[in-house]
């Protein structure tokens, strides 16, 4: 008998139904589901499920050493992709830019399985981002979620741009710059450089409507800022 994908919908009163996929490691009869087992740590025993605070630090450690040029490259061996090829267990959920040069697996220094990476134009939400974003919660019980904005982001530009002149971006890029114009509009007339203060006003307010969505609640959500002059990640206090 053919398996079914699985898929699932919340219906809490007064909230948006949001649909997320389905557990991938289930599509097929006899594979273990997402939730099957967890990772084997030393000896064979399975290790704890991570807290957000120990995944906050191995995210705080793998960037200190992409930004010293001291990376390891952890589990990119044949051993660690037979293991996730079953069942995946990634320790923390990175919605990020679509930016070329802000790849979460090479700023964070993690290997195949570590991370649940969600991308899109200035971290911009609709229903298929949060309902990723719910699998990697609900699904997979990724304990920490981080929103990452970085410097020189293209998409706060052109939301600045959009505030500024009144002229909507054309095509399919006007719903991201709608997206991101509010934080534009609320850095406006800040100290110091308006695209700047965008990205970090962006990060906060997509923080804040994250962690007033029960949806996530069982995850640490934190904002972070990556420099691309540096290589550094900042952690915004959440």
């Not at 959009?162 to 002229?167: A, E, F, L, M």
Request: aromatic share 4%; charged share 25%.
């Amino acid at each position: 008998m053919t398996t079914r994908p699985a898929f699932f919908t919340t219906s809490t009163p007064g909230r948006r139904t949001v649909l997320a996929l389905g557990a991938a490691a289930a599509l097929t009869a006899g594979v273990p589901s997402a939730r099957a087992a967890a990772p084997a740590g030393r000896g064979g025993t399975p290790e704890a499920p991570p807290t957000a605070e120990r995944a906050l630090a191995e995210l705080r450690a793998g960037n200190a050493r992409f930004a010293a040029l001291r990376q390891i490259h952890p589990h990119e061996d044949a051993a660690r992709r037979a293991s996730v090829a079953v069942s995946q267990h990634p320790f923390a959920l990175i919605l990020g830019c679509v930016d070329s040069r802000v790849p979460p697996e090479l700023v964070f220094d993690q290997g195949l399985g570590d991370l649940l990476a969600i991308r899109s134009a200035g971290q911009a939400l609709d229903e298929a981002v949060l309902g990723s974003i719910q699998f990697g919660v609900e699904e997979l019980g990724v304990p920490l979620v981080v929103v990452l904005g970085h410097e020189r982001c293209g998409a706060a530009t052109a939301a600045v741009e959009y505030v500024r002149t009144g002229k909507p971006a054309e095509g399919h890029l006007a719903r991201i710059v709608e997206e991101i114009a509010p934080a534009a509009r609320a850095a406006r007339g800040l100290p110091g450089d308006w695209v700047e203060n965008t990205v970090r006003a962006n990060v906060a307010r997509i923080r804040r409507r994250l962690a007033r969505d029960e949806a996530f609640d069982k995850a640490r959500i934190v904002g972070a800022r990556f420099d691309l002059d540096t290589g550094k990640v900042a952690f915004h206090p959440s």
